[in-house]
């Protein structure tokens, strides 16, 4: 037998995006290929790419600059693009990038391995549907044989597209209509990975609270699923992302509370503090709603910790609104938030309003701003927890420390200790006391460790 062929995926998007990398890398691996050492250029590249925001496109084109050279030198490697730009751009990858073999959309992972094998002989391949194919999606292979980087800690897809119409999104074209995975295979691909040893699950859908609706048109049927996944003996952690504020209900928060494994951690996408920015977004609810919300699922869940997205420089966006934006998000006293500035994107209602684009030097100092707001809270929020002794599952060492351990407590805040002579493998769950505070982590010392890892360790097997 010869070399096996070598394989790398370079992840751009979201965690929806990361988990359909972990299955693709799984199918490859299934399909014989290896995955390429570090720093060498696999003999098969693949691009899972990401469209939300304009410089997501851009980093890709740049990216197969990178390897235009390389593939005229190396025609037999190969080069394939999936992902939401993918599915978005189509042909236009392969007029712009003639040195690409293969484009495939969000709904056709599984044909990716074959494709490339009839790029091999055929040509260039390009498959894209619009809409997942009822059958495949029901098939959680491609989910179980997942190449995962925690081996104890897994995604869960419970919902794929979104029927949302936020008016600067571009999920919903790329991704497709909602389309909710039946209760019973989502509980057996959990059940199976419990017993691989998964200890946490973060279910994935772009609008977790209206999971279901398109099986039974009963709703609630979210706080009824996190209340199954509850009872799966192995699984001690459970995180969701991301429920929609204007679905976000009491039977949501009661099911968190009342099962035991789900995390005192809630991500609730704000986007903006304007109630007329909200409304021009599409997004269905308002400030005071919102807040409602989020000061009930506080006031039930002890210890809570919220994080959310904002958007900078919405067309239209006015100083004033920007300050209630700002006003809002103090009150909020978020853990964390992730930032965006605007982009508009082709096809959705927002990219129409240019005559309300705000000047880029405007939206910069804004989102200055803002950073500045979020910091503060999330450190005060870091600076509260000093003293705590909190349970940590352990990931490993420090990106950039290998005597440093890291890991996440069960508010999801990043924890790094100093390794100690007692032995802890990524995968332990542990208590730390944590000493120190920063804004986007914690540092603490080992107090004790709680258990080993449940995961098996896995052998690399050499394929002569
Ligand atoms: N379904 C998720 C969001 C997925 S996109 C939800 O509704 O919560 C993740 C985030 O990207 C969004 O919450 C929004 O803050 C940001 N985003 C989406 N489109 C954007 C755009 N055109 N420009 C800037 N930020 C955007
Ligand atoms: Fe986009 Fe809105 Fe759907 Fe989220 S809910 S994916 S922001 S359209
Ligand atoms: Fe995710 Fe980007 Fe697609 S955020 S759903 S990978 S457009």
Same mark, same amino acid.
């Given at each position: 037998?010869?070399?096996p062929?070598?394989? &790398?995926?370079?992840?751009?998007?979201?965690?929806?995006?990361?988990?359909?990398? !972990?299955? *693709?890398?799984? *199918?490859?691996?299934?399909?014989?290929?290896?995955?390429?050492?570090?720093?060498?250029?696999?003999?098969v590249?693949?691009?899972?790419?990401?469209?939300?925001?304009? +410089?997501a496109?851009?980093?890709?084109?740049?990216?197969?600059?990178?390897?235009?050279d390389?593939?005229?030198?190396?025609?037999?490697?190969?080069?394939?693009?999936g992902?939401?730009?993918?599915?978005?751009?189509?042909?236009?990858?392969?007029?712009? &990038?003639?040195?690409?073999? =293969?484009?495939?959309?969000?709904? @056709?992972? /599984?044909?990716?391995?074959?494709? $490339?094998?009839?790029? $091999?002989?055929d040509?260039?391949?390009?498959?894209?549907?619009?809409?997942?194919d009822?059958?495949?999606?029901?098939?959680?292979?491609?989910? $179980? %044989?997942?190449?995962?980087?925690?081996?104890?800690?897994?995604?869960?897809?419970?919902q794929?597209?979104?029927? @949302?119409?936020?008016? %600067?999104?571009?999920?919903?074209?790329?991704?497709g209509?909602?389309?909710? #995975?039946?209760v019973?295979?989502?509980?057996?691909?959990?059940?199976?990975?419990?017993?691989?040893?998964?200890?946490?699950?973060?279910?994935?859908?772009? +609008?977790?609270?209206?999971y279901? #609706?398109?099986? /039974?048109?009963?709703?609630? *049927?979210?706080?009824?699923?996190?209340?199954?996944l509850?009872?799966?003996?192995?699984?001690? #952690?459970?995180?969701?992302?991301?429920?929609?504020?204007?679905?976000?209900?009491d039977?949501?928060?009661?099911a968190?509370?009342?099962t035991?494994?789900?995390?005192?951690?809630?991500?609730?996408?704000?986007q903006?503090?304007? @109630?007329?920015?909200?409304?021009?977004?599409?997004?269905g609810? /308002?400030?005071?709603? %919102?807040?409602?919300k989020? +000061?009930?699922?506080? &006031?039930?869940?002890?210890?809570l910790?919220?994080?959310?997205?904002?958007?900078?420089?919405?067309?239209?966006?006015?100083? &004033?609104?920007f300050?209630?934006t700002?006003?809002?998000?103090?009150?909020?006293?978020?853990?964390?938030?992730?930032t965006?500035?605007?982009?508009?994107?082709?096809?959705?209602?927002?990219?129409?309003m240019?005559?309300?684009f705000?000047e880029? !030097?405007?939206?910069?100092?804004?989102?200055?701003?803002?950073?500045?707001?979020?910091?503060r809270?999330?450190l005060?929020?870091?600076?509260?927890?000093?003293?705590?002794?909190?349970?940590?599952?352990?990931?490993?060492?420090?990106?950039? @420390?290998?005597?440093?351990?890291?890991?996440?407590?069960?508010?999801?805040?990043?924890v790094?200790?100093?390794?100690? +002579?007692?032995?802890?493998?990524a995968g332990s769950?542990?208590t730390?006391?944590?000493?120190?505070?920063?804004?986007?982590?914690?540092?603490?010392? *080992?107090?004790? =460790?709680?258990?080993?890892?449940?995961?098996?360790?896995?052998?690399?097997?050499? =394929?002569s």
């Open positions: 037998m010869g070399t062929k070598t394989f &790398a995926i370079r992840t751009f998007g979201c965690q929806m995006n990361e988990h359909d990398s !972990e299955r *693709l890398a799984g *199918l490859m691996v299934a399909d014989g290929l290896v995955p390429a050492e570090k720093d060498s250029i696999a003999d590249v693949i691009f899972n790419t990401c469209t939300i925001r304009e +410089n496109d851009l980093r890709l084109y740049s990216a197969l600059g990178e390897l235009k390389y593939k005229k030198a190396h025609p037999e490697m190969q080069i394939a693009v992902g939401c730009m993918a599915q978005k751009d189509r042909d236009d990858i392969l007029r712009r &990038a003639n040195w690409v073999d =293969v484009v495939f959309g969000t709904h @056709n992972l /599984t044909s990716a391995p074959g494709l $490339l094998k009839k790029a $091999l002989t040509g260039p391949q390009i498959e894209i549907l619009d809409a997942p009822p059958e495949a999606h029901k098939d959680m292979a491609p989910a $179980l %044989y997942a190449v995962r980087e925690l081996p104890f800690a897994a995604w869960v897809t419970i794929t597209g979104c029927d @949302n119409t936020c008016a %600067y999104c571009i999920v919903p074209s790329v991704r209509v909602e389309v909710s #995975r039946l019973e295979d989502i509980m057996q691909e959990a059940t199976m990975l419990a017993a691989s040893g998964v200890t946490e699950i973060t279910v994935l859908g772009q +609008n977790v609270n209206s279901g #609706r398109d099986i /039974t048109g009963r709703s609630p *049927l979210f706080s009824d699923l996190l209340r199954e509850g009872t799966i003996d192995g699984i001690e #952690r459970i995180r969701f992302t991301s429920p929609h504020p204007k679905d976000f209900r039977d949501t928060i009661r968190m509370l009342e035991k494994a789900v995390c005192n951690q809630l991500h609730l996408p704000l903006s503090g304007s @109630n007329r920015v909200l409304s021009s977004m599409r997004r609810y /308002t400030i005071e709603r %919102y807040m409602e989020l +000061n009930a699922a506080r &006031a039930a869940i002890d210890d910790a919220i994080t959310t997205d904002i958007i900078v420089g919405f067309p239209g966006e006015t100083e &004033a609104e300050e209630e700002l006003a809002a998000v103090a009150e909020a006293h978020f853990d964390a938030a992730y965006f500035i605007f982009s508009a994107r082709e096809g959705t209602r927002a990219a129409e240019q005559s309300e705000i880029d !030097e405007i939206v910069a100092e804004r989102f200055d701003r803002l950073k500045e707001v979020l910091n809270s999330a005060e929020k870091h600076q509260a927890r000093v003293g705590n002794t909190e349970e940590v599952l352990v990931e490993g060492p420090s990106r950039r @420390n290998d005597q440093v351990l890291s890991g996440r407590t069960r508010q999801g805040k990043l790094h200790f100093p390794v100690t +002579n007692e032995p802890v493998r769950l542990v730390v006391k944590l000493l120190k505070a920063a804004p986007y982590h914690l540092k603490g010392e *080992l107090v004790s =460790v709680l258990r080993a890892p449940k995961h098996k360790v896995r052998i690399p097997l050499h =394929v």
